[in-house]
């Protein structure tokens, strides 16, 4: 009898899957061991293996689009064995039940199930035959929409199914786009700058002959996300993509036509580099990070020597008139104003400082570091402690959850990272058990994976707790908003030097540093927090015990 694969459940927070990959087609031979398909989910890419043995008989949701969880994906069974009834009376209904939608493309859908009046079924099915949608994906766990930086490609280009089509921001960070198909670039949906809803529309490659049109009005008449603006044609549609794309390709040294990611243009803009000199080494000549990095200018004419400085002061005489700039937000804006606002007006705050001696501190890094493989910070033993310290007071390792309150039995701490485009937060798991040169090592590649916009979704979700620290900025004292969903978070300030009296009247100086923790008081009272603290600072001052 024909067996059916579903959705599995993959995380704890997983609502849906997306097939990033199909690995067997209908009519091969499968065995129960073989992985069938490559899942997206909220948290990685992982693989679903068949577990029974036969032929597929069906895949019901196409590569690139996605299925909730439990939904029918593929049937395995006997040759030529009848699996319809499988589909019509499974708990869950697979893609292919919700005939209005044009979301489930793999296999045809039964009769009884007719799609709108003003979709040709027939026409929509040899289309999703010749052509694959490619949708936005969801790539954080926080995504709702993508904003489209780049189009690595243009309607009319060949492409490959490991060709990176486009470059989207979202509110972590940038990633790439994988078509996940050959064929041509036969429309864009989205123009660069614009933003999409998540599944929503952005291309469709395939056949030059396929019938964009019938798939593009199968999605409007099931009430699919926003794509670009409604044409006739598919040319007039690609149209006001490339037209689009065109000036934002423009800059000022430019490299209207230069492929390059947006981390490449930063750099090389930072740098002073003309990108049009760089050469690409990604695909397609496309210029990535590395070779801005190594890229070496040739020799310029000396710069002419400044004059002598005027006998008297010019009268000033302003360059321009006022004015003002508005900076459209980027997603990752916009998630920081939507998270923290939730946090600060919904969560009632409360706040704790102490002042810890760092003497001990200063001296055990010293010797730290002398054995260890990686140079410890500060921040790595605060890291330490603060887990440490939460293994004592599990009250603070919680969560509210709105009916009632998590107690967490893992620790792990987030740890605050500034970037241009805003804040970052990655994690490290299990913070309590590790020693101070893993914690050194871990957030050191966490730091540069934030900075280089390559930290992925699982490497910034499941704090349990945070660390913000400033003191590297000489801020000696301030409070931090409580990134949920951790009860709270510890506001690091600056080690400085002050005089303070000593035995017999003797003055002598001492290395002092500054916490503050936010406390939500919905879970953390007063004294439960006074009390992390005091152990807090037992840590800190005398870090031989973190190693016992």
């Known amino acids: 009898m024909a067996e059916v694969i579903r959705m599995p459940l993959l ?56 299925a909730k969880v439990n939904d029918v994906i593929a049937v395995v069974g006997k040759p030529g064995e009848d699996y319809k009834s499988l589909l019509e009376g499974g708990a869950a209904a697979a893609p292919k039940a919700e005939a ?74 940038t990633m790439e786009v994988i078509g996940y198909a050959d064929g041509t670039l036969l429309y864009i949906g989205v123009p660069e700058g614009d933003a999409a809803k998540v599944n929503g529309i952005i291309a469709i490659v395939g056949k030059k002959e396929a019938n964009i049109e019938a798939i593009l009005a199968a999605e409007k008449a099931g009430g699919a996300a926003p794509k670009a603006a409604a044409a006739e044609a598919p040319a007039k549609e690609a149209a006001p993509a490339e037209a ?54 040739s020799k310029a004419a000396p710069a002419a020597s400044a004059g002598a400085p005027a006998a008297k002061v010019a009268a000033f005489a302003p360059a321009g008139q006022e004015g003002y700039t508005d900076t459209p937000l980027t997603n990752m804006r916009k998630t920081i104003a939507r998270r923290l606002g939730e946090s600060k007006f919904g969560a009632p705050h409360f706040y704790l400082t102490m002042e810890i001696n760092m003497d001990n501190a200063k001296e055990a890094r010293e010797a730290i570091n002398k054995i260890s493989p990686v140079k410890v910070s500060f921040n790595d033993m605060v890291i330490k402690a603060a887990a440490m310290a939460l293994r004592q007071h599990p009250d603070v390792n ?110 002598k100086t001492t290395s002092v540093m500054k916490v503050t923790m936010s406390c939500d008081h919905r879970t953390v009272d007063g004294a439960v927090g006074a009390r992390y603290l005091v152990t807090f600072k037992q840590f800190m001052e005398n870090p031989v015990a973190m190693l016992v």
């Open 100 to 173: 209005p939608k044009a979301d489930a493309k793999a296999a045809p859908a039964p009769e009884k199930e007719a799609a709108p009046a003003a979709v040709d079924n027939a026409e929509l099915e040899k289309a999703l035959k010749d052509a694959t949608v490619i949708r936005m994906p969801l790539l954080s766990d926080t995504m709702t929409e993508g904003k489209i930086v780049a189009w690595n490609k243009k309607v009319g280009d060949t492409v490959k199914s490991d060709d990176v089509l486009a470059e989207v921001e979202t509110d972590k960070a």
């Open 398 to 507: 919680s969560s509210w959850m709105g009916d009632f309150i998590r107690h967490n039995q893992h620790i792990h701490v987030g740890s605050a990272v500034a970037v241009d485009e805003g804040l970052l937060v990655p994690v490290i798991t299990f913070a309590d058990q590790k020693s101070f040169s893993q914690i050194a090592a871990e957030t050191k590649e966490l730091n540069d994976k934030a900075k280089n916009k390559k930290l992925q979704p699982q490497e910034m979700t499941g704090n349990t707790f945070t660390v913000s620290n400033l003191g590297m900025m000489g801020i000696e004292e301030f409070t931090a908003i409580i990134n949920p969903p951790a009860s709270a978070i510890l506001a690091v300030g600056a080690i400085k030097e002050v005089v303070v009296a000593g035995e017999k009247g003797q003055f």
């Open 244 to 297: 689009s794309s065109a000036p934002a390709a423009q800059s000022a040294n430019g490299d209207s036509r230069v492929k390059a990611s947006p981390l490449a243009k930063k750099l090389a803009e930072e740098k002073g580099i003309d990108i049009s000199q760089v050469t690409g080494s990604g695909d397609g000549g496309r210029i990535v990070k590395k070779d801005v990095d190594s890229f070496v200018p």
């Open 11 to 66: 995380s704890d927070t997983m609502t849906e899957g997306v097939i990033a990959e199909w690995h067997k087609k209908v009519g091969d031979t499968v065995k129960s061991d073989d992985v069938i398909a490559e899942v997206e989910t909220d948290k990685a890419t992982m693989e679903v293996m068949a577990y029974a043995d036969g032929t597929l008989l069906y895949i019901g949701v196409e590569k690139g689009k996605a």
